[in-house]
Structure formats: structure tokens, C-alpha cells
């Protein structure tokens, strides 16, 4: 006994961060929240380990605690946290900060709200060096430059100077990283470092972590939603649960085959490109942490679940040498792995035109009359002549990244923004002439769906109230057949009847999104627009969201228009398809028509971007230079031509391609001055070939 | 070129607030139910007397040729003579504006030494006793009208065993810095009563918010010590809607200073009011209403303005 634990201890201080049985409670006030349980964890020099589960799992939490910052309400009851060989839970205050910044550093997701806004950059990035290095001023600004300069900041000397909001998201995420690289720590941990940032913008972030895995000594925590992100960047994983590990080992065996019938429904639920799964929801939600059940966490959800699971502990058990379940029946789950199935394409018949934009302009902020006089006040063009029509029973898509113009064209074809030029049509009628009963028709049959369900369900109105308010408006249905519709709706949008009368905030996020959907589809919508209805919400519950969403237009035959900046979450719904960027459609088409040749070489780009769940992928990714151009002053000659890797020359400078028909069976349109060769080439085409 | 755009377009809406705030005080002033000729005569008044004394001052002039003279007037500074004494009534406001003014930047920078730094003690010490404590006190503040406040610190502090100060008025700052601050801190102390609590509980709120944010969590995580996360990271951003609330208090301070001016026998502009309204002397009263009002744009333009310069997120000129 006292032999293994020599051995133990000899053991652990061989790794720059061991984690051994961490508990982490929070009292609350009536009780306390487990919110870690048993977590153990190794991590080397030069390493990445990626921590992936759904929100509520406890990931953040894990991270705060290694770094020992956590709320004043919590406890660890139990457990161990060294970093090289020293238990960093016996540290003073004083000796954390000696650590924090200096040996570890810990990089916050958003980093739009983890820098000081009132602070140069500049300056924080500084300050970390100041405190830690016993360096002279001229040192502390090489050092400064050198940090911007290993995360690829164009221009250091101009940027030290900028406040934090005057930098895009994927400069503030790699001004964040720089502070945190700045006194070249050990342990670098990475908190969801690409969440809420475009693929694109993604893309290149992944790639500068992977320059850093290679070039330093620093051991790497990614914590991540985002499993492509993990398959394509982490050496090991650890998959996290409700506050438990529930798989780890190296991302190729975790991957190519899980051991754990939670990381297999993670898989299965996560949407993947050039490939048509029908993705899987995970039954049930993630439990509350109050008390804790006897046997697997996962139990209530999982498919293999036995008597044996509800209850005793459920330890750990080897898969292999350094790949771990915490499962009994894993040999089962290996056996018959909770797969995603192929999805079967669904035929669309498109009938009527609903709703056509026709050349729809629209721009903010026109300045006023004293403002265009005095200075060159130029308008936000956020839509640029689109044409766009959306027919009875389809499914069009709408994509691009953050700042295309793409929310802002759904909420004008809706007529929730005010047109600047252009005309849209209701059933072929200009919505701008339209008679009083029949704009009440057309608000009727064209609803919304939100991204942000939380803001747009009124907070003092009961789930019933809610979905109540459009029959009143829009039917002559009495109390009783309200009621009754109401209950049908919650049936439909799988809600139990029990959460009437609830008010919003008293429910997830899903189930807050249901009742949106469920309020959308109330007075039979024949068009609902669907504003990045999922981007908000776990992949697991995404997928469900998904699903009700397919189920719901097989049944009404109502018309989606799908707003998304998710290429995964577009190719499981959609059946046409318009890439947008800066304001134009540059590709438009059906599904399979836009996920493969001819590509424009934005779409190209976008595609190649999104990480895949194979590990083994190294694919010639494209990488866009630079960021989006101001919408207040778009290039001229192509929208798309200051960053395009296949740019022919002069002409993309100074004439705009119009869209132009590649495939007239399909109506397969591409806006492009690239000839056939240039754009059929296939997406795995290494960009030196383009 | 945006900044000066940005400046421009508030002074323009500024000086349009000042138009239409004179116009009310015209019209109010000149509702007012008698008039000074009947002041003046007293006991011995009759119609015609008041009608030849009224004709005299130009009382009665048509209502809209006497906007105009007025408007004319304050925009060139002549403010006329007052109906009473006669004199001119820049010789009367302006000496009583000076020692409002002192009185209130008096209080206000009372305000600023004691309620900004309580603030940011309360929010650090968030939930401890001297939170409980301070909290508890700007609770007591913030509910006793000023008058209650000037009338018992006047009870207090100028009679009884605590007779430490002047039972009002005023000594000019020529007479030496210590006398004049003798008579001033009295009732500045009633003055700094009302916004005190104010401006503390206003710190206090928007500095927890900032020590909750994203931002100072990477301070800490970054081997920050408490210190300088509290003076560095954290009171700039902190501080922002305290110089916002600091301006309207301001304001609302030149406001009550009429009843604290009026308890102390403070012969401010207060008290002056206060005593052109027995008189019904018009050209005073207007002046001295109008006066205060400008200064209240006035520092509210500048309070914007001293945002700006502490937020580099607000530009000039865009929304």
C-alpha cells in the first residue's frame, strides 16, 4: 500500500498537470450542486488533451478549478490538483499569483468580454509581463510584439494601440491567446477558443494552435463543445458528462471507436459534412446536479442502460492500455454502437412562390441630412440587390458568415425592416400595397423563429399565453378550441402539457425553443423563417430541435426559410441552398448542387473550413486572408475579390459578376468570372493547385 | 471632424433646450397672479396708480413685444433693471449665482471625496458589516427630504453643547479661507445629503457589475493582485455611470439649494428667487431661474463629454 503510493506520487510529478478524484461542489441555497465528481486527468509537456461534453457538464468548472478561480460558494471536498508535482489546492494566495499568467495561463472564451474594454491592448498584454518578468521596458516591448507576432497579428505596432472593441472577434480571440503566451507559460488553457466564431475565422485559429502544440513545450487543456474541433487539434480526449469522465484516451481510438454509449450519441448527434446522416437526438436532458443518483449518471438516457446500471458505482474500466470508459456494458456498446443512419433524401415538390424578393436593398445607418452634408457619411449595405424566392412545401437555406447581410435580408423579406430599394411579393402581391386584410393574411401565414428563444418569448407571459397570443390574432378560434389547439401544439413540439403554465425562464433553452416553434406553427404558417433557430443550443438538443423542425413541415408542408451560419446544421434540413456574402448571393442552388462542383471559391472556402469528425483528415484546407471588408464600403468589381484564393486578376477589381446559371435543370447559379476549370475542380484540391 | 460633428450636434440641441426652457420661464413667470407695481404701492395702491406704475416699467406692452425684448435681452446679456430696486439685475444675480456656485461645488466635491470611494469600499466589501453599514446610512439619505436634513443639522451644530458653526449666511473667500469655509460647510453638508446616497449607491451597483465581469476574472487569472484589479481593471470601467449621475445630481442640487439657501439664511441665488417671487419682480426672477438651468445643460453636455473621453467604445458622432 504505502509502496503504491510512493509509486503514485513519483508517477504524478513525471506529468505537468495531474488531476486525481477531483470533487467540486457549490452550496446553494437549499443544498449544494455536485458539479465535478471523480474527475482524474494527466497532462504532458507539449500535449493537448481536449475536454468535449455538452453545456452543464462542467467543462468551464474544470478549468476554473486547475486554475483554482472559483466562486466563493464553492468546495472541494475531495481530490488533488498537482502542477508539477505541487498541490496547487495547499497554494497561498500569493504563490497563485505568482503561477496564474506566468506558469498557467488561462485563455477565456468570448474574448469580446474577457478584455478590458477601457484598456489598449497593448497595455494587457503588457501587464501580464510586467508582473511576472523582471524584464526592462525595452524587453517588455519586444516581448509584447513577439506575443502578437506568434499569434499572426498583422500588424503589432499598429494594433498594441487599439482598444479591444476596435478588433474583430478572431483578432480579440488571438490578442487573448498572445496575454495568455506572453510569459511563455507550461500550461495553457484554451476555454472554448473558437465558439462564436465564424468557420472561416475558425479555421485559422485552429491552425495557429496547432503551430503552437508544435513550436513550444506547453501542455494544452482544450476545452471544447466542438468535437470537430477536438478531432482535429487534441493528441487525447476526455469526454465529460453531468460532472463525470466518461470516456478518455487518444482521439483516434475515441473516435474511430468510442467505448462509451454517451461519446457514441455524441457522435451520432453531431451533423457532419458530406455526409448525409440522420442525426440522432440524445433522449432525455442533462440532470440536475443536486443529488446525485446511484448507479451511471447517464443511465436515464442511454440505450444500454441494465437493471445493473441504476445502481452501486460504476467505476472506471480499461478499453486498452490508455483508453478509459466509465461504463459496465461498454463490450456491448462496441459490439452494436449507437450509429447515425444515412438520412433518406426527401423529395420536395416546390409549388407556389410564397414570397419573392426581387433586387431587395437594404441599408442601416443612411445618416441624417446634416450628417451626409458635413462628412462622407456612408450607409451599412447589408443587402445588395438580392432576388430570392421561397415556394410552397421547400426549404431554402441562407448562409454565410457573421455580417453577410443574411439575418437582416430573412427580417426584410418579412418586412420587419423596412425595404431601402427593391420589391417583395406576398403570393405575388407587392407587400407594400397591400390591402388590410390581406398584409393580416400574410403576417398570418409568415412567422419567425429567433436564434435567442430566451429574448423573444415575452418573460411575464405563461408557455400558454404565448402560444395562444397568434390565434387570438389571426383565428376566430373561442377559448375552448384554443386551449385545445394549444395542447396539440405542445404535444407536437414533444413538451409535456404539465409546463402550461410555466413562464419562460423556468425552462431550458430547448424547451424554450419549442415553444417558439410551437407559437410559430400556431395559426398554420405556410413560410416560417427560421433566424439560426439552433446556433444557441447544445449539439444534442440541436439535433432534436432539427428533427421536430423536419416532422413539423411534413406535416403542415410549411416552407422554411433557414437562416444559419452552420454548413451541418443547413445540409440536415435544406433543399435549396443561397451562399451569401457581404450582402450578395454569390451561389445559389440545390443542396447537392452547392456542396459540390462547380464551387465559388467563397463556398469553396467555407466547406473546406468546417473540421470533420476524422481525426485522420488533414484535407488542403483553404485559408481566407484577412477579415470581411467593411459593409460600409465594399470593394468594388467582386464582393469577394480582396480575399479570394483563386483571384484571376483585374477584371474581379473592377467588374461584378452577375449569378449565372451552371446546371438550368436544377437552376444552379454561380457568381464568377473563374471559367469551368477553375470552379469544378473537387473541394480536396490542394490550394497551391487552385 | 467627427468629434467636432458630435460636439456641434449637442451644443445645437443644448442651446434649442435653453430657447424652449426660456420661453416656459417667460410664460410662467409672466402668469404670475399680480404684479410689482402693486408690490411697490403697497397699502396705498390704487387702479390707476398701478396702471401709471405698470405703464412706467412697460408692463403693459403687448405680451409678444415683451417675448421678444426678453428673448433679445438674454441672448445679449442685458438683462434689464429690476422693477424694485432698480438696479441692474446682472448686479443682482450674478454676485448671488457665485455663491450658489460655491456652495454646490462645494458640496459636489464633498460628494466626490466621500460617496465615490465609499462606493468602491462598499462593492469590494461586498455583503460585510461596513456594507451592511454604509448601504444602511445612504438607505437613511436617500429617504429624508433636505429640509428635514438642513433643519437638523442647523439644530444640531449651531446651538446647544454642538455649537460648532455659524447659524447661517455667508463671508466672502476675500475674508479669508477658513471663515468662508466655516459659513459654507453647513450647508453644503445638507446639500451633499441628497445626492450623497445617491452617488454611493450608484457606485456601488456599477462597480459589483464590473467586479462580476469577464474581464477582471482574466485580471485575476492573469496574477493580478485585489489592488490593482480594483484601482486598475476595475474603476474605470466602473466609474462610468457615476460621472452621468454626478452631472444630473448637479442639476438637482442647484434645485434644492433654494430650500437649504432658504434654511441657513444663505444669501445665495435661492434665497433670491425666492424673494423676486414675493416681489413679482420679474426680470430677476426670470434671470435668476434661467441662470441655474444653464449651468445644468451645461454640465450635462460636459458630462457626455467626459464620458467619451473614459470610454474609447463610444464614438463621437455614431451611436
Redesign the interface.
Known sequence: MSQQTVRQASNQSDHLLSVDSLDVEFQVPDGSIQALRDVSLVLDQGETLGIAGESGSGKSTLALAI?R?LDNNARVPNGTIEFKGRNMLEFTPRE???????QI??V?Q?AS???????RVGAQIR??IE??QDVSDDEVRERVFDALDQVNIPDPEETVTR?P?ELSGGQQQRV?IA?GLACNPELLILDEPTTGLDVTTQAKLLDLIKELKTGAEVGILLITHNLGVIAQIADRVNILYAGEMMEKGPVDDVFTSPSNPYTQALLATTPELNRTKELRPIPGGIPALGEIPNGCIFADRCDFATDECQTGDIDVEAVSDDHETRCVNWQTAVDNPIEAGDATERKSRPGDVILEGKGVVKHY?EGTF??NL??DHKPVRAVQGVDLTVREGETVGLVGESGCGKSTLGRTMLSLHELTDGVIEYRGDDLASLSKAKRKEFHAECQIIFQDPDASLNPRKSVRECIERPLKLFTEQDEDERIARVDELLEQVNLSLDLKNKFPHELSGGQQQRVAIARAFAANPSLVVLDEPVSSLDVSVQASILKLLGELRDEYNTSYLLISHDMGVIQAICDRLAVMYLGKIIEYGTMSDVFAPPFHPYTRSLLSSIPTLDPHEEGNRIRLQGDVPSARNPPPGCSFQTRCPQKIGDVCETDEPELVETNQETDHCVACHLDESGTTKPLETPVEEL | MVNTLYLAKRIVVATLSVFVIASLVFGMTTALPGSAAEIILGTQQTPEAVEQIEQQMGLDRPLSERYVDYMVGMVTLDWGESLISGEPVTERVIPRLQRTLELAIVAMIMTIITAIPLGIVTASKRDTWIDNLLTGVSYVGISMPSFVSASLLLLLFTTGSLNWFPNGGYTPLTDGFFKWLHHLLLPAIALNFIVFSYVLRQTRSSMIETLESKFIRTARLKGVSERSVLFKHAMRNGLLPTVTVLALNFGWMMGSVVIVEEIFTYPGLGKLIVQAIHQRDLPVLQAAILVPTVTFITSNLLADIIYTLLDPRIELGEK
Do not use: I, Q, T
Open positions: 486554475a478561480y497563485l499569483a505568482e503561477v496564474r499568467g506566468n495561463a488561462h477565456a468570448n468580454k474577457a478584455l478590458n474594454p477601457s484598456m501587464e501580464s508582473l511576472h482598444f472593441h487573448l496575454m445607418d446634416v450628417e458635413l462628412s
